[in-house]
């Protein structure tokens, strides 16, 4: 496999679901030894992705389609059902706010942290440590423990790491929408200085002009299935027709 492919086959994922949990620690008790009441819930079914290596591809969807979960197993944080997803080269990724920081560890300890998460030396994380301060922009709160942070600190501090290690592979959540617009604006001009370097960037988003705009290819999920694949604009106009649509019929079932 190419360095920055990523390729997903046949690909399920389920969690389980318990009903009736217990609401107090003396009911949970009670219950020991008892079988649990639970169902199967199927969060993505058989699917199949190739991403090239310096793509810039994205997943769309609504909420609960499955994009997320989709991220966090090419990300190996979860492990498909069934089904094998390859991929090569050095992966960083900024999938939820505070991803991968611990809350009593200062902000420089945990850029350490992420770096040796990422199999990173420490001589490595200190000589890329003042681009990272510069591009967070959290000042000296980079010797205060993250713990105190605002969500915006997080995530500036978060994406800093992300990008500032070389990453062959860069997966990123929507969570960058937590930044301010100014914030948000250097982010894509990074990632798109990181595209033009060679690196594949898999987006997850909601702004569907934001994906129109900077992806070569997006996944359309639905309900779990891959429901279209293709190029940026024609999956962007056909997922923007099908919200219209359902949005019609709401109306029409309401009245």
């Not at 609401?23 to 819930?41: C, H, I, N, T, V």
């Not at 310096?54 to 069934?82: E, V």
């Not at 993250?146 to 500032?164: C, E, P, T």
């Amino acid at each position: 496999m190419t360095v920055g492919a990523i390729a997903v086959r046949d690909v399920s994922k389920k969690f389980r679901l318990e009903r009736n949990r217990p609401s107090s620690l003396k009911e949970a008790l009670l219950r020991l030894g008892r079988p649990r009441d639970a169902d199967d819930f199927w969060v993505l079914r058989d699917i199949n992705l190739d991403i090239a290596p310096g793509a810039f591809f994205g997943l769309i969807g609504h909420n609960g389609s499955g994009k997320s979960t989709q991220l966090r197993l090419m990300a190996a944080i979860h492990r498909p059902t069934t089904g094998d997803i390859e991929s090569d080269g050095r992966l960083s990724a900024l999938l939820e706010l505070g991803s991968g920081f611990h809350p009593d560890l200062t902000g420089r300890e945990n850029v350490f942290l992420n770096g040796a998460m990422l199999g990173l030396t420490r001589k490595q994380m200190a000589a890329s440590m003042d681009r990272i301060i510069e591009f967070s922009g959290i000042g000296d709160f980079i010797d205060e423990p993250v713990k105190i942070y605002s969500s915006g600190m997080y995530v500036r501090l978060g994406f800093a790491v992300a990008v500032n290690v070389d990453p062959e592979i860069l997966l990123v959540d929507e969570v960058i929408a937590v930044g301010d617009e100014e914030f948000q604006r250097r982010c894509m001009e990074h990632m798109g200085k990181l595209r033009a370097g060679g690196t594949t960037i898999v987006l997850v988003s909601h702004q569907a002009q934001l994906m129109s705009d900077l992806c070569d290819t997006i996944g359309w999920l639905d309900h779990g299935r891959l429901r279209q694949l293709g190029p940026a604009e024609e999956i962007v106009a056909s997922y923007l027709a099908n919200v219209d649509a359902a949005g019609d019929n709401t109306l029409t079932t309401r009245d």
